[in-house]
């Protein structure tokens, strides 16, 4: 089954400063791969997602890029803040199985 | 609002307990999911209901009993829980589980705690 490899475990930034995370997904079929933001107290929030026919998204502040052959994906936050501080996952599916990775503990410093 | 809404959102248990953990969406979703999440661990997939339909048992220990008793409401029935079992379970619903939408719309989750 699939695999997913998420670093780092923690990532602690100044506000403005830019935040990356990268997974790695282990089957070459995962076709669909979704970023989730977890704040305390909640459950997770879909931020963003790509499919494997993209190469990069982005949607203000965040991005994704991911590269099919490498089999790896990331999530780029710029000009990150206070509000950004939270537990990012990402997820990689195939034929319905989605796996997560263990998660991104970032906190943006004021 | 997510439109998933688990209660109760704390529950602590004795190992000799019956408890339910109860979530509804409101969304219009078919689809249904139980997950288990615990610290530092991907989140752990137990149960999936599409349609009413239990599609998949993730291998979970039958202490934990599900019930789907129509699209918009999803139960798990708790009984004679181990203390590894303490952890934050999520409700998620998503429209369907063809694979052509897969956005999952996740609750707040119930922590639970087993004594």
């Known amino acids: 089954g699939e695999n997913v490899e998420q670093h780092p475990s923690t990532l602690s930034v100044q506000e403005g400063d830019s935040a990356v995370i990268k997974c790695t997904y282990s089957?070459?079929?995962?076709?669909?791969f979704p970023w989730y933001k977890q704040e305390l107290g909640k459950g997770p929030q879909l931020i963003i997602d790509?499919?494997?026919?993209?190469g990069e998204k982005k949607d203000q502040r965040i991005a994704v890029t991911l590269n099919k052959t490498a089999k790896h994906f990331s999530l780029h936050i710029t000009e990150t803040q206070p509000e950004d501080s939270a537990v990012y996952f990402c997820?990689?599916?195939?034929?319905?199985?989605?796996?997560f990775g263990a998660g991104t503990r970032l906190t943006v410093k004021p | 609002e997510t439109g998933v809404t688990q209660t109760p959102r704390h529950l602590v248990m004795g190992m000799t307990n019956k408890k339910s953990l109860k979530c509804e969406q409101h969304?219009?979703?078919?689809?249904m999911y139980w997950y288990k999440q615990s610290a530092k661990k991907p989140l752990e997939l137990m149960f999936v209901?599409?349609?009413?339909?239990?599609?998949e048992n993730n291998s979970v220990p039958s202490r934990f009993s599900p019930e789907c008793p129509n699209s918009s409401h999803l139960f798990l029935h708790l009984h004679t829980l181990q203390p590894e079992d303490s952890a934050l379970y999520l409700c998620?619903?998503?429209?369907?589980?063809?694979?052509?939408?897969?956005?999952?719309?996740f609750g707040s989750g119930t922590q639970l705690s087993v004594l």
């Open positions: 998620a619903s998503s429209q369907d589980q063809a694979g052509v939408n897969e956005k999952l719309f």
């Open positions: 969304l219009g979703h078919n689809a």
């Open positions: 790509i499919r494997s026919n993209v």
């Open positions: 997820a990689a599916s195939v034929f319905n199985d989605m796996r």
């Open positions: 089957d070459s079929a995962s076709n669909y």
């Open positions: 209901y599409n349609f009413k339909e239990q599609t």
